[in-house]
């Protein structure tokens, strides 16, 4: 079900009732684009320590933006064993553009591209997008309309204001006292704001909003005094009420905040990071304080990433490099308990996902993350098999959601980290010690003035490493894979020019290497001295 911003605050009262009766959520987010173009050492690489990552990171979830939320909820059915109902929506989102409030993104050529070749539809995003803001805009706003110092800007701008403002004054001319005039198409907080500008502007019109129209009729001025002081609809009401508009999305994000569900994703560290910046404050400088954050915002959270990843390595299954993937896996007589699994049914709405694939859709992804097609969901496919890898040959317990969130205690909020020198982010405690291939160090000879890149591409045929300068002629090599080390080691073994070898700090470091030289030079000066202070025999 796609939901923009005419749909979402009709929605919001039953979108908060399935939250609640949730047993967990599955979400994905797309993206104006990934990652800014970084150069040299602002690249994100192998060698990051995961604050060093999200500094890096940081900065791209500030240029861009969200343009889709996909949320799918997962209720169990009531009376019948292991059997789900999901609920899945898409949210087109824009930036709240209202008073003080104008924010600035970026587009990624590349991103733009994706979503194209997946049918995503850019004018529901631009057109229809629901508003959202974080707290720290909406404490600017909220002081900026509740002491009455804001401006138009707007999806209504200026130059369209007065237009609508010229037309009224036209009409009002010819109107008699009583008559009124429709304004059609103008709904949400845009509505609350084209009102009180008229109200402003001419003091003999009365204005009403009905039916996704803001309706104006000419009073006197008596009436019109009569109206301000007695209606229900004055405009200290509405300023709350273009405040909730405004909030938007923000308003339903609080909502899955304090209901404490678990929550799902596939890859979810991005999400993650736009949903702090997005909705709840700008990402703070401290990768510590952003890991404390998200912790109370959601103290559950299972990335379908990190577990597949894990349990692929111990049954052998074949590699995978998508969610769609991991999927059809899972589906497949590879999968011992394929046929055992929960079932899982289609909400009235959502039926289009039962029959139909849409990769890169964010409520498809969202889905997968806790759903799947036909019978069972990646999430719960995987906790089935857990279940039944636990229990081996004999009785399996009854399954229910408490007991598969028992067999992924051991995943709970372990986020999959790419690209960085560990696998994955610990959001309630402590981060794991790399288990990352050694480090190497390339000595080169006779190739004066050789730089990074150089060395990767000399490489890159045989294998993919990230590379870092250590001295003029020595180069630090990283990979993520186990055998690319070993091979590397192994063909360079007995090269003329390029000497790979196991990096020892103690041994490599120029830090070490400078103190040895300095200790060696205060030994020698000071046995030197010795040995001239020595008196003559």
């Not at 009732?17 to 990934?34: C, K, P, R, S, Y």
């Not at 969130?405 to 982010?425: C, E, F, H, M, S």
Request: hydrophobic share 40%.
């Amino acid at each position: 079900m796609d939901v923009g911003a005419d749909e979402f605050e009709q929605n919001l009262p039953l979108l908060q009732e399935l939250v609640q009766g949730a047993d967990f959520l599955g979400l994905d987010i797309e993206f104006t684009g990934l990652r800014t173009n970084l150069s040299g050492s602002q690249q994100i690489s192998l060698f990051d320590l995961p604050s060093e990552w999200y500094l890096k990171t940081r900065r791209s979830v500030q240029q861009f933006t969200i343009c889709q939320i996909g949320l799918s909820v997962f209720s169990s059915v009531e009376g019948e064993s292991n059997k789900y109902i999901a609920h899945s929506c898409n949210f087109f989102l824009f930036p709240t553009t209202f008073g003080i409030l104008d924010s600035e993104f970026s587009f990624q050529a590349s991103s733009v591209q994706f979503l194209n070749q997946y049918g995503f539809d850019y004018n529901k995003f631009l057109k229809h997008g629901i508003p959202y803001m974080n707290e720290e805009q909406e404490k600017q706003i909220k002081h900026s309309i509740l002491t009455g110092n804001w401006r138009v800007r707007s999806s209504l701008d200026k130059d369209q204001m007065k237009a609508v403002i010229d037309e009224v004054t036209r009409w009002l001319h010819l109107a008699e006292e009583g008559d009124w005039m429709t304004l059609p198409g103008i709904a949400g907080f845009q509505a609350f704001e084209v009102q009180l500008v008229l109200r402003r502007a001419l003091p003999d019109i009365w204005t009403v909003l009905r039916d996704q129209a803001v309706i104006v009729k000419k009073v006197s001025r008596q009436h019109r005094w009569y109206l301000q002081n007695t209606s229900s609809d004055r405009e200290s009401c509405w300023k709350e009420k273009i405040l909730l508009s405004a909030r938007g999305f923000s308003v339903f994000f609080q909502m899955l905040v304090k209901a404490q569900k678990p929550l799902v994703g596939h890859n979810m560290l991005m999400d993650l990071l736009h949903l702090h910046e997005k909705f709840f404050r700008p990402l703070p400088e401290s990768y510590h304080q952003f890991k404390r954050n998200i912790h109370s915002l959601f103290p559950v959270l299972l990335d379908t990433k990190n577990v597949t990843k894990d349990i692929w390595k111990d049954l052998n299954f074949p590699r995978v490099s998508n969610l769609s993937e991991v999927y059809e896996v899972l589906s497949s007589d590879l999968n011992p308990t394929r046929d055992s699994g929960p079932v899982i049914v289609h909400a009235s709405k959502c039926e289009r996902y039962a029959e139909t694939k849409y990769p890169h859709e964010a409520a498809y992804d969202a889905f997968l993350c806790g759903s799947e097609e036909k019978t069972c969901s990646v999430l719960l496919k995987v906790a089935h098999l857990l279940l039944w890898r636990v229990h081996g040959a004999g009785p399996t317990p009854e399954p229910s959601f408490p007991l598969y969130l028992d067999v992924l205690t051991p995943y709970v909020n372990q986020v999959n980290l790419i690209r960085a020198g560990v696998p994955k982010i610990n959001f309630s405690g402590p981060d794991y010690p790399s288990i990352r291939p050694p480090i190497l160090v390339l000595s080169v000879r006779r190739w004066p003035g050789v730089t990074e890149q150089q060395i990767y591409r000399e490489f890159q045929s045989l294998c993919k490493f990230d590379v870092r300068r250590l001295t003029r002629n020595q180069f630090l090599l990283l990979t993520n894979k186990f055998k690319d080390a070993r091979s590397v080691l192994r063909e360079y073994r007995d090269h003329p020019t390029l000497q790979v070898s196991l990096y020892r700090y103690w041994r490599h470091s120029p830090d070490v290497r400078c103190l040895l030289q300095v200790c060696g030079i205060v030994t020698a000066w000071a046995l030197l001295t010795f040995l001239l202070g020595r008196p003559g025999p």
